[in-house]
């Protein structure tokens, strides 16, 4: 089957850094997505990764090894509006997205 | 670019009533549109995904005849809730396919809809 994994929930601080991971198994890869969501609200668009590496963008990078199956969502210098959800979803072989349960991220002064 | 709309934001009806809720792509035009639904502190769930001009396709356990999807253009889907029940209260979501990205799905804000 198919089975994305990201921890549950996640507590920073502000100011500080923080990386959530995300494994993937599926069948097919074509590409790999991080989205937001604040509570109530629809997700908005982080960042995409296809090729192996780091993707960086402003205060947050995203990083992809195909290989093992894995990503993590990196967030620099955390600020309060950072507190949502982060998703991590794979495009699979029939292009369809396969969506993680996220990761509640809990920022703290 | 790449913003996508939906209307209502937010409804109340009442339980035997249907609702429709349109999701637009304004400034691009959307392969690819999908709708979503989301309960409290759970995970997005994929209900179908539709094609324009084309019969949507809609995941395992979602009823086709009483969650209607229409994807007239390109730039608008509708999905109508037939004879709502509390239990259909929910957060309904859009997303499209075709922007700037093209794999990209962009959401939309989202409609919080409650059957009474």
């Known amino acids: 089957g198919q089975n994305i994994d990201q921890p549950t929930e996640m507590t920073a601080t502000e100011g500080a850094i923080v990386q959530i991971n995300c494994t993937y198994q599926?069948?097919?890869?074509?590409?790999l997505f991080w989205y937001q969501q604040h509570a109530g609200e629809a997700p908005t668009f982080l960042s995409y990764n296809v090729l192996d590496g780091l993707e960086e963008k402003g205060r947050f990078s995203s990083f992809l090894s195909r290989s093992k199956g894995y990503s993590y969502l990196l967030l620099k210098e955390l600020q309060m509006k950072d507190s949502a959800s982060y998703l991590c979803?794979?495009?699979?072989?029939?292009?369809?997205?396969?969506w993680g349960a996220g990761t509640k991220l809990i920022i703290k002064p | 670019g790449a913003v996508v709309s939906q209307h209502p934001s937010w409804v109340i009806c009442k339980s035997g009533t249907s609702v429709k809720i349109e999701c637009r792509s304004l400034?691009?035009?959307?392969?690819?549109m999908f709708w979503y639904r989301q309960f409290p502190k759970q995970s997005l769930m994929l209900m179908a995904t539709s094609n324009e001009g084309s019969k949507a396709t809609y995941e395992q356990g979602v009823e086709k005849d009483k969650f209607l999807i229409n994807h007239a253009s390109l730039t608008l889907s509708t999905l109508t809730v037939t004879s709502a029940h509390p239990e259909d209260s929910s957060f309904y979501i859009c997303s499209a396919q075709g922007g700037r990205e093209a794999d990209t799905q962009y959401f939309g804000p989202g409609t919080r809809l409650t059957v009474l």
């Open positions: 400034d691009f035009q959307a392969t690819t």
């Open positions: 979803a794979v495009m699979d072989s029939n292009y369809q997205l396969i």
């Open positions: 599926t069948s097919g890869f074509n590409g």
